[in-house]
């Protein structure tokens, strides 16, 4: 089945145009790398998907169920969650708080769920009475994607988690990502510049160049057979 399925999408800003009909699909137990250079539309698309960005075209449909038109709001509450680019914690709180924010948020989910996060990211336990700001970049991050987490997703949206990370810290995120997809099977969109990441976490991939879909296929035949990526300057 379906999750999400976006149909020749139109996103821009003040009139110029960005996303030029972009058609992406994610299915049920999924999880599809979006991957493409600096500045082809990969967090316009996601912030199109959660509304974020409103002045849009084409159809995007979340379980059968044309979305085009919901607010930010009814979005999340649906189910739709993003990790952003810039991780939109609150530096100021402390972890837990941050925590806590995102149970006031989602509907239905209980502070005791917190320790579920705990266990994930056993170093944001360590650290939850520190405010978030402090920490460091790849701590930010796994907090980023527990508050995302705790709201239990139907869908999860990871916009380039791996920016300014060192490796070890990378793959103690990607771990967490694949567990949760492969044990729960919640579907998730991997936006990334580092194609060889995203394509060795995930099943299927579209490459996007200048707001556009210009490929789509296997991860692991892409890895194999890298011209695509070579050619559009991905890798
Ligand atoms: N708020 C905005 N107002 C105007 N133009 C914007 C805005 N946000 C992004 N853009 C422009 O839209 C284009 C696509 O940007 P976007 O952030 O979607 O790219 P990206 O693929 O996510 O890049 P990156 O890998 O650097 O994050 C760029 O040319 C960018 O300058
Ligand atoms: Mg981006």
Redesign the pocket.
């Given at each position: 089945m379906t999750i999400l399925s976006t149909e020749n999408l139109l996103a821009g800003?003040?009139g110029?145009a960005?996303l030029h009909g972009v058609n992406i699909e994610i299915k049920e137990g999924e999880m599809v790398a979006l991957i493409?250079r600096?500045?082809?539309?990969?967090?316009?698309f996601v912030k199109s998907v959660t509304r974020l960005i409103s002045d849009t075209h084409g159809n995007i449909n979340f379980n059968g169920t044309n979305i085009s038109n919901w607010s930010i709001h009814k979005v999340a509450r649906a189910g739709i969650r993003l990790v952003p680019?810039n991780r939109g914690i609150f530096p100021k709180l402390t972890v837990y708080e941050n925590l806590e924010v995102s149970c006031l948020y989602a509907q239905n989910i209980n502070k005791s769920e917190i320790k579920n996060i705990f266990r994930l990211f056993p170093r944001l336990e360590e650290r939850k009475n520190l405010a978030a700001g402090l920490m460091s970049g790849g701590e930010q991050q796994m907090l980023s994607i527990g508050r995302a987490l705790l709201a239990r997703p139907k869908l999860l949206l990871v916009d380039?988690f791996s920016e300014g990370l060192q490796p070890s810290i990378t793959k103690e995120i990607a771990d967490v990502l694949r567990e949760t997809n492969q044990q729960e099977g919640l579907p998730i969109l991997l936006v990334e510049?580092n194609a060889n990441l995203a394509l060795k976490m995930t099943t299927r991939a579209y490459i996007m160049v200048k707001g556009q879909i210009i490929h789509t296929g296997s991860s692991e035949e892409l890895l194999k057979n890298d011209q695509i990526l070579k050619e559009n300057l991905v890798i």
């Open positions: 800003y003040d110029a960005v493409g600096n500045g082809v539309g990969k967090t316009t680019e380039e510049q």
